[in-house]
């Protein structure tokens, strides 16, 4: 029962994955695809994180797990809005 | 089944090995190299080393990622053309293709190995990474934090005359109420308290000084990258002290086994967990402190023009 | 082909990989991450090798370890002469390599 959580889960963030690849290579300028990749990469790694959350045991991996999700999540924002700024200084400057 | 996932890891990681060679563009390789060492991380998991998986992602792909980044913006300062990129040489990739094969063939020729029946005698700490690396060849983790500090030496020596009064590093523009400044007031506790548990944890799990030595270096990167705390000078004297805290408490150790008879960084075996463990805590500081001296660079000044 | 195999295999040829860039990269810091590329490659084959008997054997373990710690240091301080080479020459590639050299 578990393993189906975590095999549909895991499934359901790697098509978010998929997405976002598909549009980080299609699209036409920095914007876009990062827009793409960091909508789809963190809902898709969230997803992720949920289907690992039927494999472990006890409250603290869970946590963890959980912990490791908000870090990227944090690190990812911040690092989308920084390379959005640079790329707009880029093309007005 | 995990055998397929061995093959697609490796593929995987051949494929960012060439793309990092062989992509356009320095900026394109060095990402690829980051993520080649994210794929290495995997791969010594896989290998049931973790805690050569935690150094790798820490160090080898974490901090050597952002020393590269830091040069290559660093180097686009100074030098206004991008090198083209080279032809394909021949006699060289041939060359490297017999370099493999000998490797491989190397592998195969090497005589079985002998399964191994015993285990590590005690040794104080339940992790035998660190108790081979702190207790049994403790000689060589001495002397690695001496050559850490002598490759900052090293560093420091490519500082101007100019500027040897300055802080180290590039001085950093950053927003006051921006996205950086709030990353650099956000994760450092957090990566703080990582990192104090990774060395703390390191006795009986992986872990160890070196990766939450690590982890320490990069949140106060981080800090100082969001200009919440300004790099040091050079001749402060309080973080010359942190510098060298590590090789000395590993040496008065040392030399603290010599004289109670039990020999030269000889650990005897009452006190071998409690003296790792400040061995250990000295190193994490040391290791910490001349990791962010080593990304920092020397002494720069503002822009001459 | 066992996976160790593989992991051995992908060793060798990341250090070939590596070597080929060492040589053939004419921007000097595309060479430094090459050295590193050679570095880890090696790392994993030497990994491979002490996973070999069965049980993971920690010696070489804190041997890579160590070698991971040493090879960052050994980047910083390529990374530091580079920029002061940049900085008094003006280029990013050796002399000998200017001009189709």
């Known amino acids: 029962m578990a393993d189906i959580a975590t095999i549909a889960f895991t499934g359901l963030g790697l098509c978010f994955?998929?997405?976002?690849?598909?549009?980080?290579?299609?699209?036409?300028?920095?914007?876009?695809?990062?827009?793409?990749?960091?909508?789809?990469?963190?809902?898709?790694?969230?997803?992720?994180?949920?289907?690992?959350?039927?494999?472990?045991?006890?409250?603290?991996?869970?946590?963890?797990?959980?912990?490791i999700w908000a870090l990227t999540l944090l690190a990812a924002g911040t690092v989308s809005q920084l390379i959005a700024r640079a790329a707009l200084k880029d093309r007005s400057g | 089944m995990t055998w397929a996932f061995?093959?697609?890891?490796?593929?995987?990681?051949?494929?960012?090995?060439?793309?990092?060679?062989?992509?356009?563009?320095?900026?394109?390789?060095?990402?690829?190299f980051i993520v080649y060492g994210l794929l290495m991380a995997v791969a010594w998991v896989r290998l049931d080393a973790v805690d050569v998986a935690l150094a790798e992602a820490a160090i080898g792909a974490g901090l050597t990622g952002v020393l590269f980044l830091t040069a290559f913006g660093r180097l686009a300062r100074n030098v206004s053309d991008d090198a083209a990129p080279g032809r394909f040489h021949l006699p060289?990739?041939?060359?490297?293709?017999?370099?493999?094969?000998?490797?491989?063939?190397?592998?195969?020729?090497?005589?079985a190995p002998v399964r191994r029946e015993w285990e590590l005698p005690p040794a104080g700490v339940e992790n035998p990474v660190t108790a081979v690396l702190l207790n049994f060849r403790a000689w060589d983790t001495l002397l690695e934090s001496i050559v850490l500090l002598a490759a900052l030496i090293g560093l420091w020596m490519m500082a101007r005359d100019g500027d040897w009064g300055n802080r180290l590093g590039l001085p950093q523009h950053v927003r006051p109420g921006g996205v950086m400044a709030g990353f650099g007031r956000l994760l450092p506790p957090v990566g703080f308290l990582v990192g104090v548990y990774l060395v703390y944890v390191g006795a009986d799990q992986p872990g160890g000084a070196f990766q939450g030595g690590t982890v320490l270096a990069a949140v106060g990167l981080v800090a100082a990258m969001a200009g919440l705390v300004r790099p040091p000078r050079i001749a402060a004297h309080r973080w010359r002290v942190a510098l060298v805290a590590g090789p000395s408490v590993f040496l008065v150790a040392g030399l603290a086994g010599a004289v109670l008879g039990a020999g030269f960084l000889t650990l005897p075996e009452p006190v071998a967990g409690t003296a790792i463990f400040v061995i250990e805590v000295g190193l994490a500081i040391s290791i910490a402190v001349t990791l962010v001296f080593l990304v920092l660079g020397p002494p720069e000044g503002e822009r001459r023009e | 082909m066992s996976a160790l195999t593989l992991y051995a295999l992908t060793g060798s040829a990341a250090i070939g990989i590596g070597f080929y860039g060492l040589i053939a990269a004419r921007h000097l810091l595309r060479r430094i991450v090459a050295f590193n590329l050679i570095g880890s490659g090696l790392f994993l084959f030497f990994g491979a090798t002490g996973a070999r008997g069965g049980a993971a054997d920690p010696v070489p373990q804190a041997l890579i370890i160590t070698g991971i710690v040493v090879a960052l240091s050994a980047s910083a301080l390529a990374v530091g002469l580079l920029v002061a080479h940049a900085r008094v020459a003006g280029r990013v590639v050796l002399p000998e390599e200017e001009d189709g050299g």
């Open chain 1, 17 to 67: 994955f998929i997405a976002g690849t598909i549009g980080l290579l299609r699209f036409p300028d920095v914007f876009t695809r990062l827009h793409a990749l960091t909508k789809a990469d963190n809902l898709g790694l969230g997803f992720i994180t949920l289907g690992m959350l039927f494999q472990v045991e006890g409250w603290r991996e869970m946590a963890l797990l959980v912990l």
């Open chain 2, 6 to 32: 061995d093959a697609a890891l490796c593929a995987l990681i051949l494929g960012v090995a060439f793309a990092t060679v062989l992509g356009r563009g320095v900026f394109r390789s060095i990402v690829f």
């Open chain 2, 92 to 111: 060289a990739a041939l060359a490297c293709g017999g370099l493999t094969g000998a490797l491989a063939w190397a592998w195969f020729a090497m005589p």
